[in-house]
């Protein structure tokens, strides 16, 4: 008696894509693969990159900068062509075939959130790039007609446009809501905000009562800035204008105010905030403003009679959390299980399981002494590392060839979506 054999189904019949579902579950460097397969499968990907049913498996922030010179591209007139690669900080590997390079040198980076990096070009237009997916928004530009220029200003916007916006911050992880969602960032030689929507294509200044500011962040629909007296105050950017919904000033931390006052001539200090586990948290890093070569900070007077000086580098860091009941900043002797990221990039908060490859209770930082990047063609960009709580050290996450690196490295989260 013959059997009687089924008929193979096609992947049509399912109801659902499998090889949408297959990617729901890779992660980022699994997706490249998955794309170089074939032209369908490439399709497949892209598509669902684009979608609104798109959701990233969490992925550990990469760092991208600028190719070492052995990995330099001869261009057609026999110029070397310097490159961007990403560095993996699992692998401790570098890609240089995963993004689009160009737009990240016509203009100066002043800020990553996400998958974002937002672009200050020469015409002091801003911008936000996904590097991974070749998305590009425009966003308005920098003008004395809607903001506020002291007389200096429109030199720094044009000549050091880092030190101009010194962060800015991008509001939401997509394209998708671009009634709601824009820019938010630091400006000017006062340090004031600023914000534009989308939808609005131009800047509007945000009503802050505590500048000079130092750093923002954004969760949710709420951003949060804090200033140089380590006030806090958040905005609901959730309705058709924001709404300030929390201005709080909390005492300056003693342990950093005494640190100043007794060392201020040999560190300078560069503040950050950090949402981290539900907690606000107040981050001061401390820089050797000169070095020697054990690593203890010098100064002025031993340039000329030690040769072995370094620039500048960070040494320290001290670590306190919002107490909005006391109204105070607690100091941390931990992170626990978290790893921070900052630098030029949204400061973020993970935890380490999260994050192979990184070290529990430490710091990664990446190079933001934006008033001291271009004073020397020899070094810039070059202060990178992470600082480990429990024991106070430094140490190298990545083999530095070059003291003078430009583009500046950030720290970037690798996304498809758009």
């Known amino acids: 008696m013959a059997i009687k ?32 397969v074939c032209r369908s499968w490439f399709s497949v990907a892209e598509n669902y990159g684009s979608s609104p049913c798109y959701s990233p498996c969490f992925q550990t922030p990469w760092l991208l900068l600028p190719s070492d010179k052995e990995d330099w591209e001869e261009d057609y007139d026999g110029e070397k062509e310097r490159g961007l690669c990403f560095f993996n900080l699992d692998e401790k590997k570098k890609y240089r075939d995963v993004c689009v390079c160009k737009e990240v040198y016509e203009g100066r980076c002043v800020g990553s959130s996400h998958c974002w990096l937002v672009i200050l070009d020469k015409t002091a237009n801003l911008s936000v790039f996904n590097p991974f997916s070749g998305a ?21 916007l044009k000549e050091e446009p880092q030190v101009f916006v010194p962060k800015a911050v991008v509001m939401s992880k997509s394209e998708k809501n671009k009634d709601k969602d824009g820019v938010v960032l630091i400006y000017g030689s006062r340090k004031k905000l600023a914000f534009c929507r989308y939808r609005d294509d131009r800047f509007i200044e945000l009503d802050g009562a505590h500048q000079p500011y130092h750093d923002i962040i954004c969760y949710g629909h709420m951003v949060c800035a804090l200033s140089q007296t380590g006030s806090v105050e958040v905005w609901d950017f959730s309705g058709e204008f924001p709404t300030k919904v929390m201005d709080m000033t909390p005492s300056f931390p003693l342990k950093t105010a005494e ?3 007794s060392f201020g001539d040999l560190y300078s200090s560069q503040f950050y905030l950090v949402e981290s586990c539900g907690e606000l948290l107040f981050i001061v890093r ?58 030029g990039n949204h400061s973020i908060s993970l935890r380490v399981e999260d994050c192979p490859g990184c070290i529990k209770d430490s710091i990664y930082f990446t190079d933001s002494y934006w008033e001291r990047m271009n004073e020397d063609c020899s070094y810039g960009g070059h202060d990178i590392g992470y600082y480990n709580l429990r024991d106070g050290s430094v140490n190298p996450f990545y083999d530095i060839l070059l003291w003078k ?3 500046v490295p950030f720290w970037i989260v690798p996304n498809h979506g758009r």
């Open 5 to 36: 054999r089924k008929r193979d189904a096609s992947w049509s019949e399912f109801g659902f894509d499998p090889l949408e579902c297959i990617l729901r579950k890779l992660p980022f460097l699994d997706v490249l693969r998955f794309k170089r």
């Open 136 to 156: 590009r928004i425009q966003v308005g530009s920098l003008t004395e007609e809607d903001l506020e220029f002291t007389d200096v200003d429109a030199y720094t």
């Open 259 to 261: 640190f100043q006052r």
């Open 286 to 343: 401390l820089i050797g403003d000169f070095v020697d070569g054990n690593g203890k900070p010098v100064g002025e007077e031993d340039l000329f009679n030690d040769e072995d000086i370094q620039p500048y580098k960070t040494l320290l860091f001290h670590v306190y959390r919002l107490d909005p009941h006391e109204k105070k900043w607690v100091e941390m002797e931990s992170l626990g299980e978290q790893v921070v990221f900052v630098g």
């Open 405 to 407: 690196m430009k583009p």
